[in-house]
């Protein structure tokens, strides 16, 4: 199935919208998206981490901070 959209033409807000409308169709059924073998990996390394007591955690209010300061600086 081919499609066609005037990506160029397109505002970024209307790709954004359009982005989201795509992430809320495949939300519905998680399971027919397959996951990379990476994230196994990843997966498995940050149970070691915690396993090892090398994990290091903030709290989300920490974390959500950080990144609003991060976006912030970019713009």
Do not use: Y
């Not at 073998?37 to 915690?50: C, F, G, S, T």
């Amino acid at each position: 199935m081919n499609f066609h959209l005037p990506l160029n033409e397109m505002t970024t807000a209307e790709k954004l919208h359009l982005m989201e409308l795509l992430w809320e169709d495949l939300r519905r059924d998680p399971e027919n998206i397959p996951s990379p073998a990476w994230h196994e990996e990843v997966l498995a390394d940050r149970q070691r981490q915690i396993e090892e007591g090398k994990a290091k955690f903030i709290p989300l209010e920490e974390f959500l901070q950080s990144i609003q300061e991060k976006i912030a600086c970019e713009t």
